[in-house]
């Protein structure tokens, strides 16, 4: 009964609900050097029996299903979630649902099912489905519209987690529409209100993601020269953007699209660059020490890049460094600021998303070798979704405040956090 | 008549086996381990030497190096072939020089002194007949033939003095003999393996099934998550299609990835590799290094619109250089990569390297 904290990563503010159910911000956690005790996110504390009650508590609450684990868990993994993609959470859903707002459904099953996938998709995906969610919006009598919306908001966001973990820049976006709904003055009128928020959160997908990606792609034009042999790892749009751009300028190299199983994202960036005529080569990742003593540079992409130095990005991102590495190649990293985040990590497994197991499953050759690894007593699927890079492989990161070592990330979220407040 | 017709048997045995040799290499014949190839060669060696008409040790080894000649080029990448006709001209060699009478070691030690007492190479032309040369070399034979029989054994034999409880070992893709280590110790110890699937073939998958229905605690990764998983790893334990003349590997692709990983973690890589692997081969030959299969594994025909568009690579093999590897076990105990060189030469003769 002393209340249910509900956090977003790094917030300096926390929202605490007591007995008459009024909303308090609570500040306390807030020390001059920035908040310091932070919440742990329910997705990776699974392996708590009370936070698991304390999590079914609130979602009963705000009426949305609860999604539950598949399959046997790697013992490593067991805080983590792992999911089916063929139990989506939309099947326990009545229709149509008095809680959650269609666009919402929708959008929580694009991710559930892979549809929309990658950092800055996801993110424009949920920008616009809570435009959507503003205009259709009435503010009900006897409330704020910067209170009640905020409320409105909270299952949403948990019915969305549920259906796929949140990443780092759908938590630093929904952070700024919250402020900028909480910042809404109460003589504002209901219409002007709403015009206003669809404004910010245009200004935002303009300013952060599609300002960004020009801005980056014209510091990253000076480091592509003529000649260059490229390889890019899985599909990043900002890096696919980076090479359509240069290719456009005029520039001459030829890109090596490496690729990993399950996902193979790789296909839909060589199909891509090779739209635009640039001459690409194919491989798996397990080929990448054959082909890297051709190799020049190589361009990553990033979900995120963490405070200490680390960059959070596709499975398999470390490993390309590590070899990169080793042959001295310069391993480049483009991440737009909203990427940015105050967390810490060191290694792959305490923080990480679980994919849906059956994807390793493959048949050759007529023969599906683990079609019945559940009945199988001691085999575990393991199929990883992110991965950290230390930053010793990185050799440059490119944003659109400019060219930052990976250790100057911490300098640049105290910047914009000054900002902000 | 027994002469001609044992001629023609011998023929057709030769042809069968380099048609095999062929179609095996290709994927689409049947597969067979290493193990097999290498009990195959020496057989039809054995029977080479027993039916073909020869009077000297020296008419002997030119046969034996044209047959040998034929069966490596039939399949380049399978080196066990060369080692094992190696393997019996040094065996050759070695009945030639007991039946003369002079003693193994004198000729083995290529001492400054011999060279300039001897005035340079030796004078041997092998063109002395022996009568008992042929049982003698027959009965070498069949002894390098149990050897090769128990190699597996011999190896799993040491699982463990190198596995300790409640360890996590990680493996990639699919190799008898590591298959047999791990079982041996399992039926003492209990450990985690982690075994990374190889893509495109994905032969992880077979071992992983095989391993966990002995029992054994097994997860199976994909190989972009080798680096990730790699910090909770004890152990990397592999095996290897080739062990090079100056210690490292030519091993499946991945392996390469997977030793530079064990390098960062200081993880330590140990190699199980039975003797008839070794081959005296450099790994400077870049033509003749990698081996390439139809890249229809990795990009296939269904991707239709951009297949003529795109380069696409699909290389089965991978150097891995000896100082990212900690420890050979073979089927005569364990050594250290920096060791190799002087195995070789007391299993092959210097003028046999090249065939």
């Known amino acids: 009964n002393v209340g249910i904290l509900i956090r977003l990563r790094a917030d300096s503010h926390c929202h605490i609900k007591n007995e008459d159910d009024q909303w308090q911000i609570k500040e306390h956690f807030l020390t001059p050097l920035g908040s310091v005790v932070k919440r742990l996110p329910e997705h990776i504390q699974v392996d708590d029996p009370d936070v698991l009650k304390k999590l079914a508590k609130k979602l009963e609450r705000q009426q949305i299903p609860r999604r539950l684990d598949y399959g046997y868990k790697v013992s490593l993994f067991s805080h983590l979630l792992q999911y089916s993609r063929k139990a989506p959470l939309t099947q326990q859903l009545s229709i149509p649902s008095a809680v959650i707002h269609p666009a919402i459904v929708r959008l929580g099953l694009q991710y559930s099912q892979g549809i929309v996938a990658g950092s800055n998709a996801r993110s424009i995906a949920l920008l616009h489905a809570f435009k959507q969610v503003i205009s259709d919006y009435t503010t009900p009598s006897n409330e704020e519209l910067s209170r009640d919306l905020v409320n409105k908001l909270k299952p949403y966001i948990s019915f969305l987690n549920q259906c796929r973990p949140l990443s780092a820049s759908m938590g630093n976006a929904i952070k700024y529409i919250k402020k900028e709904i909480s910042n809404i003055p109460s003589q504002f009128k209901e219409d002007d209100a709403k015009k206003k928020l669809l404004n910010c959160i245009e200004c935002f997908i303009e300013e952060k993601i599609v300002l960004a990606a020009k801005a980056i792609a014209k510091s990253s034009i000076e480091k592509i020269n003529d000649g260059d042999v490229i390889l890019v790892y899985g599909c990043s749009s900002l890096v696919n953007h980076i090479l359509c751009e240069a290719f456009e300028k005029g520039r001459k190299f030829r890109v090596i699209v490496v690729d990993s199983r399950p996902r193979l994202e790789g296909r839909e960036a060589l199909r891509r660059l090779v739209q635009k005529g640039i001459s690409c080569t194919y491989v798996l990742i397990s080929a990448v020490s054959y082909i890297l003593p051709e190799v020049s540079k190589v361009f990553l992409g990033a979900h995120a890049l963490l405070a200490n130095g680390y960059v959070m990005s596709r499975v398999g991102t470390s490993q390309i460094a590590l070899v990169a590495k080793a042959f001295n190649v310069p391993v480049l990293v483009c991440c737009e600021t909203y990427k940015f985040c105050e967390r810490v990590q060191t290694d792959s497994f305490v923080s990480n998303e679980l994919d849906d197991p059956d994807d390793l499953i493959v048949t050759r050759k007529g023969e599906t070798q683990l079609k019945d690894w559940q009945q199988v007593p001691r085999l575990g699927l393991l199929n990883l979704v992110y991965d950290v890079t230390p930053p010793d492989f990185v050799d440059l990161v490119i944003t659109d405040l400019g060219m930052i070592p990976c250790t100057s990330v911490p300098v640049v979220l105290r910047v914009k956090n000054v900002d902000l407040l | ?355």
């Open chain 2, 1 to 355: 008549m027994p002469g001609p017709y044992r001629e023609t048997d011998l023929t057709e045995k030769v042809e069968a086996f380099l048609s095999d040799l062929k179609r095996g290499g290709s994927g689409t014949g049947p597969l067979r381990g290493s193990a097999e190839t290498a009990r195959e060669t020496t057989a039809l060696l054995r029977r080479i030497t027993a039916q073909v008409r020869w009077s000297s040790a020296g008419d002997l080894m030119e046969v034996i190096r044209k047959e040998g000649r034929r069966m490596s080029a039939a399949q380049p990448s399978e080196t066990t072939v060369g080692n094992m006709i190696r393997r019996v001209l040094k065996i050759i060699r070695e009945e030639y020089a007991r039946s003369r009478g002079s003693s193994e070691e004198a000729d083995q030690q290529e001492s400054l002194h011999k060279l300039l007492t001897s005035g340079g190479l030796s004078e041997e032309n092998f063109r002395q007949y022996f009568t008992a040369l042929k049982a003698n070399v027959i009965e070498a034979i069949n002894e390098l033939l149990t050897e090769l029989e128990g190699t597996t054994d011999n190896i799993a034999m040491q699982a463990l003095e190198h596995i300790h409880s409640n360890e996590v070992i990680m493996t990639i893709g699919r190799s008898r003999t590591v298959e047999a280590f791990l079982k041996d110790a399992a039926r003492k110890r209990k450990f985690h393996v982690i075994v990374a699937e190889c893509a495109p073939f994905c032969q992880g998958h077979e071992m992983a099934t095989s391993l966990s229905k002995d029992g054994i605690e097994t997860t199976v990764i994909t190989d972009a998550a080798i680096f990730a998983v790699m910090s909770r790893v004890n152990k990397v334990i592999i095996g290897t299609q080739t062990v090079l003349a100056n210690g490292g590997l030519r091993a499946v692709n991945g392996t390469h990835t997977l030793a530079l990983a064990a390098k960062h973690h200081s993880t330590p890589l140990i190699v199980c590799a039975p003797m008839f692997k070794l081959s005296p081969q450099f790994p400077n030959e870049e033509d003749t290094f990698h081996k390439f299969v139809s890249p229809h594994e990795v990009l296939p025909f269904t991707e239709g619109e951009i297949l003529s568009k795109v380069n696409v690579h699909c290389p089965v093999f991978d150097y891995v250089p000896p100082e990212l590897i900690t420890l050979f076990i073979s089927n005569i105990g364990g050594h250290a990569p920096s060791y190799i060189y002087r195995l070789m030469s007391e299993l092959y003769h210097p003028e046999d390297h090249e065939l």
